[in-house]
């Protein structure tokens, strides 16, 4: 596990149905460590003159102990958002959901629009406590209007700086049915 570009260049062609589980995941870890920004598709390299490299044999084996401690009793469901929601709904249950910003690129997924209006329904009619995270867009404000709306502005630490200070200001909501 060393910051390279030509590892990172292999972990990007490697074909992911010669790999079992636990390769993908070394390998995922390994490119989001490497890429510049933390981008899941459209990665590149990541390098600066004034920093230390993302990856690191040491840095591995401490992220991976951290993990392996905040894992511990952790169920893990490989499945549709909703279908995860409705199982795991009670009285007691919190929760997050932190969806792609609608008509964004760079997510790798297709989320259309019905995913945020069936996650609105699901927040009207669930048991549990329900927290989710959008653009600040009127689309958004209208789909969530039934629900505690608060507006918090962003800080990118990769957007872009003009005359020593960001250029735009950003903004999402969090929303939440209690």
Same mark, same amino acid.
């Given at each position: 596990?060393?910051?390279?570009?030509?590892?990172?260049?292999?972990?990007?062609?490697?074909?992911?149905?010669?790999?079992? %589980?636990?390769?993908?995941?070394?390998?995922?870890?390994?490119?989001?460590?490497?890429?510049?920004?933390?981008?899941?598709?459209?990665?590149?390299?990541?390098?600066?003159?004034?920093?230390?490299?993302?990856?690191?044999? &040491?840095?591995?084996?401490?992220?991976?102990?951290?993990?392996?401690?905040?894992?511990?009793?952790?169920?893990?469901?490989?499945?549709?958002?909703?279908?995860?929601?409705?199982?795991?709904?009670?009285?007691?249950?919190?929760?997050?959901?932190?969806?792609?910003?609608?008509?964004?690129?760079?997510?790798?997924?297709?989320?259309? +629009?019905?995913?945020?209006?069936?996650?609105?329904?699901?927040?009207?009619?669930?048991?549990? &406590?329900?927290?989710?995270?959008?653009? %600040?867009?009127?689309?958004?404000?209208?789909?969530?209007? #039934?629900?505690?709306?608060?507006?918090?502005?962003?800080?990118?630490?990769?957007? &872009?700086?003009? #005359?020593?200070?960001?250029? #735009? &200001?950003?903004?999402?909501?969090?929303?939440?049915? +209690?």
């Amino acid at each position: 596990m060393l910051h390279s570009r030509e590892l990172f260049l292999n972990h990007q062609e490697s074909a992911l149905q010669t790999l079992t %589980d636990i390769q993908r995941a070394a390998r995922f870890y390994a490119l989001q460590r490497m890429a510049f920004g933390g981008k899941v598709s459209g990665q590149s390299f990541g390098y600066a003159r004034t920093a230390k490299a993302g990856l690191s044999s &040491k840095r591995f084996e401490r992220d991976v102990a951290l993990l392996t401690e905040r894992l511990n009793g952790v169920f893990i469901e490989n499945t549709h958002w909703l279908d995860c929601i409705k199982r795991y709904d009670s009285g007691g249950t919190l929760v997050f959901c932190d969806p792609p910003y609608w008509n964004t690129a760079g997510y790798g997924v297709d989320f259309g +629009f019905e995913n945020y209006e069936n996650m609105a329904e699901i927040m009207r009619s669930m048991k549990g &406590k329900m927290i989710v995270t959008v653009n %600040d867009i009127p689309e958004m404000r209208e789909c969530f209007s #039934d629900f505690s709306i608060e507006q918090l502005e962003i800080t990118y630490t990769l957007g &872009k700086v003009k #005359d020593g200070k960001r250029a #735009d &200001k950003s903004y999402e909501l969090l929303i939440r049915n +209690f």
